[in-house]
């Protein structure tokens, strides 16, 4: 499969002198939470969830008085609407971060790991395990305890999310999305449970699937991460991005072979 086929078309663009409040304006408009920043014609970055989260919740700061620029992410990688899946994968797993999608010097589109997932669950005709790859200490929790602190724990953890949960039962997650579109859109206030922005509709996976099966459900469910069971209790994550890095160690792995 081709990056033109996969990759999200008609990018959002900033500039990164906006107020961080004003490219949060456009963003809930077009419900596209990753813009690219643009200064001048110049592909310059990303705005991400992760860095509003970071740069603004954490740091208690207004979105009103700091500019895009000042908490942007400059780290973005390129790719060809020709290439492959697996050169897409590549490509993001050599820069960590998002890619821009360039014809010529044009920018006609996006490829996000979620991008990368909704591909190799059309296309996998067989699959490994997935336990390999995910992850088995996952970071709880409790829904009543402030937005403040789940935003400092995922700060310091260098995490996207938290299950939340309540007398000893997971009820939900907490991503960079809730932060950013229900906590800080919403208005909310950083003294306010947790689990009132954390969305509760869990989605999970037995932890027996295989890295298809996963990629297949995060695609129907448009999720990013995926809590795993072991017996019916949640004891794994895995997310977009650890199949983006299944998907370049399977493919060194082949290009290595004898």
Do not use: N
């Amino acid at each position: 499969m081709r990056v033109r086929e996969f990759m999200s078309a008609d990018p959002l663009v900033v500039g990164p002198d906006l107020t961080v409040a004003e490219a949060l304006e456009r963003m809930r408009e077009r419900d596209v939470w990753s813009p690219v920043v643009r200064k001048e014609g110049e592909i310059i970055g990303f705005l991400t969830e992760r860095d509003i989260l970071a740069g603004i919740i954490a740091a208690k700061l207004s979105p009103h008085q700091v500019k895009v620029e000042d908490v942007m992410s400059r780290r973005y990688g390129v790719v060809r609407p020709d290439e492959t899946l697996a050169d897409a994968a590549k490509a993001m797993m050599k820069v960590k971060a998002r890619l821009v999608v360039l014809e010529g010097d044009d920018l006609v589109g996006v490829v996000t790991a979620a991008d990368i997932v909704r591909a190799y669950a059309r296309t996998a005709a067989t699959s490994p395990p997935l336990k390999p790859y995910a992850t088995w200490e996952v970071l709880k929790i409790h829904s009543q305890a402030s937005v403040r602190e789940a935003v400092r724990i995922m700060k310091v953890e260098r995490v996207g999310s938290l299950l939340v949960e309540e007398e000893r039962k997971i009820k939900g997650i907490f991503t960079e999305r809730d932060a950013v579109k229900r906590f800080l859109v919403g208005g909310g206030d950083p003294c306010d449970p947790v689990g009132r922005y954390a969305t509760l509709d869990l989605v999970t996976l037995d932890a027996d699937s295989t890295l298809a099966d996963a990629a297949r459900l995060m695609a129907d469910a448009k999720i990013k991460r995926l809590p795993l069971t072991v017996g019916g209790e949640i004891k794994g994550i895995i997310t977009a991005r650890d199949v983006v890095e299944a998907i370049w160690r399977m493919t060194t792995e082949e290009e290595l072979a004898p």
